[in-house]
């Protein structure tokens, strides 16, 4: 399965190199007389329109002039137009060619994008020895970026061996940085004892310093600690601070544990309106636990009217996600009819999907559902839930330390 990957920061677009100083004039004759820096500097102008109407045709011509003269920046910037397709026909072909000749001369933003390359099999073979290789090249160059890739990418085992030792010594570097999001993730390490001594002190240490930062992941993992008293005195009104902290900068699962706290007034008064609208915030992320949250306040009048058909949407967009919860709750609506024609055959399917994840009640229902049917629609609706499959989900680049979450950083340990 091929997993996409960009850089961790938007350091390396084709618009991101700054403008020297100089006027037009001044660097255009510059760049006549055969200046690379300037040859440089006009390849940007006319990419960017920076004084001049945009021409894609000149930019590439004066970046290739400074390329010719081994101007390092001027290769990266033609790779990063070629593989990103800005102002000339994409070709990732080309855009490896150019990479490589800025990777090679040491460049450590054009070793990533190589690395980048070979992982993903753009405009190269795939090869994940040679996407490391480059990686650590860039990485053992203090480039933050590549260690961050380089940690995760052992941790979870992304086309290599996962390898604990490895990640923990490269979030590390990244760590010792200050990076908020490397301490996280550093953090669990030690709070699991995962490629480290386990060690839940330095562990809350690194989530407290991550936190300051007010990086949200680590504003949850804190908010967990305090509610379960896991490293930390048990203090549920601190725990609701931290998700709130982090459910103002968007985190849809700071949003949910929050919506939970209201909804059941754990660390905080107990108010099922706010509890709606911070379900809300999290399902409009399409998160599929909000969606079940807010599904069922609708369905019940919690915090807001009464609304079934809304509810059966919010399901239903939970369910087709994989969510064992809104498949059973979807496997009701059908079962009893609310608010769609009674369908026995669906209910059953949908609660057979949710006992094969481990739900519980699901499980135990569906014996109670099967005994009301016919052999006939049990057959049918293990033939359905067999046949069924995830909703598909936009596919899009993601940063590779966002693949999976800083405990799924850890393989899933705990």
């Known amino acids: 399965m091929k997993i996409p990957l960009v850089v961790l920061l938007a350091g390396f677009f084709c618009m991101a190199a700054p403008v020297p100083a100089k006027s037009l004039k001044e ?8 200046n690379a820096e300037a040859q440089h500097a006009m390849g940007l102008r006319c990419a960017k329109g920076d004084g001049i109407p945009k021409n894609a045709a000149e930019a590439v011509k004066w970046l290739r002039l400074a390329a010719a003269q081994n101007h390092v920046p001027a290769m990266k910037q033609l790779g990063v137009c070629y593989s990103r397709g800005s102002n ?3 070709d990732a072909v080309e855009g490896v060619k150019w990479f490589r000749q800025a990777a090679e001369r040491g460049d450590a933003g054009a070793q990533m994008e190589l690395g980048m390359a070979y992982f993903d099999g753009e405009g190269v073979v795939q090869d994940a020895a040679e996407a490391v290789k480059w990686f650590r090249k860039a990485a053992e160059q203090g480039d933050l970026n590549a260690q961050k890739l380089l940690g995760t990418t052992y941790a979870q085992g992304l086309r290599v061996p996962l390898d604990f030792d490895e990640a923990v010594k490269w979030f590390r570097k ?4 200050e990076d908020p999001e490397a301490q996280l993730r550093l953090g669990m390490a030690y709070a699991m004892g995962v490629g480290v001594a386990q060690d839940l002190k330095q562990g809350i240490s690194l989530f407290k310093k991550s936190a300051a930062q007010k990086y949200a992941p680590a504003q949850l993992e804190l ?18 601070d931290w998700y709130h902290k982090a459910a103002k900068q968007g985190d ?3 949003q949910t544990k929050l919506a939970v706290a209201y909804f059941e007034g754990t660390g905080v008064a107990q108010n099922s309106a706010d509890a709606a609208v911070w379900f809300r915030k999290a399902a409009e992320q399409n998160f599929p636990i909000a969606q079940v949250g807010l599904g069922s306040c609708l369905l019940n009048g919690k915090g807001l009217p009464k609304d079934e058909a809304q509810a059966m949407k919010l399901f239903r967009a939970a369910a087709e996600q994989g969510d064992a919860d809104g498949q059973f709750a979807l496997s009701l609506m059908y079962e009893k009819g609310e608010c769609v024609e009674k369908h026995p055959v669906e209910a059953l ?4 999907l949710a006992s094969q994840q481990g739900h519980d009640i699901a499980f135990v229902h569906q014996a109670t559902l099967e005994a009301t049917m016919t052999h006939e629609q049990v057959i049918e609706a293990v033939r359905l839930q067999r046949e069924w499959k995830p ?3 936009e596919s899009a680049k993601i940063e590779p330390a966002k693949v999976k979450s800083a405990k799924q950083d850890w393989h899933g340990l705990r």
Do not use: F, I, N
Request: charged residues 30%; positive net charge.
């Open 88 to 90: 000339v026909p994409k």
């Open 27 to 34: 660097t255009r004759a510059e760049a006549e007389q055969g």
């Open 349 to 352: 399917k949908w609660c057979r």
């Open 252 to 254: 849809a699962l700071a």
């Open 223 to 240: 908010g967990e600690c305090y509610m379960h008293g896991t490293g930390l005195p048990k203090d549920p009104a601190e725990a609701v």
């Open 174 to 177: 990244a760590a010792e940085k």
């Open 391 to 393: 909703a598909k989900q």
